[in-house]
C-alpha cells in the first residue's frame, strides 16, 4: 500500500512482533517493530503514519504508553490487543483490529489511519484575506454563489432588500454585505431587532422621542432611523413587528420622514431600509398579520438565504472559517479530523450555521490544541462510529452456526409475548405444527423484520441501530450484506 510513512508497533511478545513485522513488509509498509521496554523518544519521532498497540506485559509501561499516545495526538493508534477501553478516551484512537488478521481489514485500518492523518482528508482551499469582498460570505457551493451574486447586483443600489432564510442561516451577515458594498459603506449600519423589542417601546426605539413624551423620557432621544442616517437600517426579524408599528413604518418607507414620539416636528432621513425574517410573510399576509402594501415595499429585492443542509459542501470551508476566527479572538484552535468532518455533513443542521459556530466554539472549550475525532463529537452529531475491524466472514458452516446463534438468543431474549415483533409468535409460548416448520427460515425473516425496525428508528444510522439490536455495528453490516438489506431504501 506504502499510503503512510512509518508504522511503530509495540508489542512485547516476541513471536507477535515478528509476526506483525512480517505481515507489514508483506504488504510494503515501513515500519519500527519495538518492546516497551526499548521505547524511547526517537521512535515516536519517527512514528509518522499509525502506531499498532499490542500485549503490553507491565501496568506501568502500559500507563506510561498512553501519556506518550496523548502527547503525541497526531498520530493514530490501532488497538490490537484488548486496549479499546483503556484507548477509547483518546482523541487519536483509531479503531480495533481482530485477531486473526487478514488483508481486508488491516487495509481498511491504514486506509482510517490515513483518514486521521489528513493524507486523505477534504481539500480546502485556503480562504483569501486579501480581499474583503464577501469576507463574511463562506462557502463554493452553487447556492452560496447565487447569493453573492444577488448582493453584487443590488448593493450599489438603494432599493429596499427583503433576505429570507430559516433562523441561523446569517441573514444579518447579507445585510452587512449589502452595506459594506454600496455607496453607503462608509456610512452607519444600525441593527434592529423587532421581535426582541417590546411592542410598546418599538415606535421611540425607531423614531427616537422628545423629553416628556412618556414617563421616564426626561430628555431628548434619537431613534434608530436618524442614528442609521446616510448609512443603511436593517430590521431584522420584521414579521413580528406588531401591526400599529407597520403602519408608521409604511409612511417612513413612502415619504421618507417621521416624527419623534411626542413630537410635531417632521424629520427628513436619508436610510436605506433592509429587512429579514424567518416567517412565511405570504402565510401572515393570508392570515392578516402582516400588511400586504408593507411587504411590497420591502420585498423590491428579495434573497433568499439557503439552509445549511441545502448548501452541505460548505461545511468543511465554513468549519475552518469558525476556527480562525475564534483563534483571531485568542481561543485555542483544535483540529477536526476527516472522519468528524464527514460525520458533521451527515447532520440536518436544523439551527443553520448558528448551531454548527456553537459547536465548534463548545469543541474549543473542550479539547484546546487537541484532535477531535468522531468519538469527540456530541452524541446528535456521530454518523458513524470508531470501527472495528473484524476478519471477514467467510460464509461456511461456522459462520452461518453464529448467525443462527444470534438469531435464536434475540428471539429467546424477549420478555413477554406483547412484546413479541409483528407475524412471529414467540417459540416459547407458540406450539410446534404437526406439519413442522422451516426454523432457518423463520428465523432469517424475523431477523431481516427486526434489523429493519431497528434501521427504521435510528434513521438508517447503522452505528445506532447496532446499538439498539445489543450488536457490533460490524455484525450488523454483515448481516445486512448477508440479507442484501440496504439502508437506503430502508429510510
Known amino acids: 500500500m506504502q499510503g503512510l510513512t512509518k508504522i511503530l508497533v ?23 517493530l519495538c518492546a516497551t521496554t526499548e521505547l524511547n523518544d526517537s521512535h515516536w519521532k519517527q512514528a ?47 479503531g480495533e483490529l481482530e485477531l486473526p488478521l487478514n488483508y481486508p481489514q488491516l487495509a481498511d485500518a491504514l486506509r482510517h489511519c490515513q483518514e ?3 493524507k486523505r482528508a477534504f481539500n480546502i482551499p485556503q480562504l483569501s484575506r486579501k ?41 444579518e451577515v447579507v445585510a452587512r454585505n449589502i452595506h459594506y458594498h454600496s455607496q453607503r459603506g462608509k456610512g452607519p449600519f444600525v441593527p434592529v431587532n423587532c421581535g426582541a423589542i417590546p411592542p410598546e417601546l418599538l415606535e421611540s426605539e425607531l423614531f427616537g422621542h422628545e423629553k416628556g413624551a412618556f414617563t421616564g423620557a426626561i430628555s431628548a432621544r434619537k431613534g434608530r432611523f436618524e442614528l442609521a442616517e446616510g448609512g443603511t437600517l436593517f430590521l431584522d426579524e420584521i414579521g413580528d413587528m406588531p401591526q400599529p408599528m407597520q403602519v408608521k413604518l409604511l409612511r417612513v418607507l413612502q415619504e421618507r420622514c417621521f416624527e419623534r414620539v411626542g413630537g410635531n416636528k417632521t424629520i427628513q432621513v436619508n436610510v436605506r431600509v433592509v429587512a429579514a425574517t424567518h416567517r412565511n410573510l405570504d402565510t401572515m399576509i393570508e392570515e392578516g398579520s402582516f400588511r400586504e402594501d408593507l411587504f411590497y415595499r420591502l420585498n423590491v429585492f428579495p434573497i433568499e438565504m439557503p439552509a445549511l443542509r441545502e448548501r452541505i459542501e460548505d461545511t468543511p470551508l465554513l468549519i475552518q472559517e469558525l476556527m480562525a476566527r475564534l483563534e483571531a479572538e485568542g481561543g485555542n484552535q483544535v483540529h477536526l479530523t476527516p472522519r468528524a468532518i464527514s460525520s458533521l455533513m451527515e447532520h440536518d443542521w436544523p439551527g443553520n450555521v448558528r448551531e454548527l459556530a456553537n459547536l465548534i466554539e463548545r469543541m474549543v472549550i473542550l ?5 477531535v475525532d468522531v468519538n469527540r463529537l456530541p452524541k446528535k452529531y456521530r454518523y458513524s462510529d470508531i470501527p472495528e475491524f473484524q476478519p471477514e466472514t467467510l460464509g461456511g458452516f461456522e459462520a452461518e ?52 425496525q431497528a434501521l427504521e428508528a435510528q434513521m438508517g444510522i447503522v452505528a445506532r441501530a447496532a446499538d439498539m439490536l445489543g450488536m457490533r455495528r460490524t455484525t450488523l453490516v454483515e448481516k445486512m450484506r448477508k440479507y442484501g438489506l440496504n439502508k437506503e431504501d430502508i429510510t
Open 10 to 32: 509495540i508489542e512485547d511478545d516476541e513471536k507477535f512482533r515478528h509476526d506483525l513485522g512480517v505481515i507489514l513488509e508483506f504488504i510494503g509498509e515501513q515500519y519500527l
Open 48 to 94: 509518522e503514519g499509525a502506531c499498532f498497540l499490542g500485549n503490553i506485559h507491565s501496568p506501568q509501561r502500559f500507563s506510561q504508553v498512553l501519556d506518550s499516545l496523548a502527547i503525541n495526538n497526531h498520530i493514530p493508534v490501532i488497538a490490537l490487543a484488548k486496549h479499546k477501553t483503556e484507548l477509547s478516551g483518546l482523541p487519536n484512537f483509531v
Open 116 to 118: 486521521f492523518s489528513g
Open 401 to 452: 452456526e453464529d448467525l443462527e446463534r444470534d438469531a435464536l438468543h434475540a428471539v429467546f431474549a424477549m420478555d413477554e409475548p406483547e412484546e413479541e415483533m409483528p407475524g412471529f409468535s414467540n417459540p416459547s409460548t407458540a406450539g410446534l405444527p404437526p406439519e413442522g416448520v422451516d426454523l432457518k427460515a423463520m428465523l432469517a425473516d424475523l431477523e431481516v423484520e427486526m434489523i429493519r
Open 131 to 171: 480581499n474583503t469582498l464577501f469576507r463574511s460570505m463562506v462557502g463554493r457551493s452553487e447556492a452560496i454563489a447565487d447569493v453573492r451574486h444577488l448582493i453584487e447586483q443590488v448593493a450599489g443600489t438603494d432599493a429596499s432588500v427583503l433576505i429570507l432564510g430559516e433562523s441561523g442561516t446569517g441573514k
Open 367 to 371: 479539547y484546546p490544541g487537541q484532535m
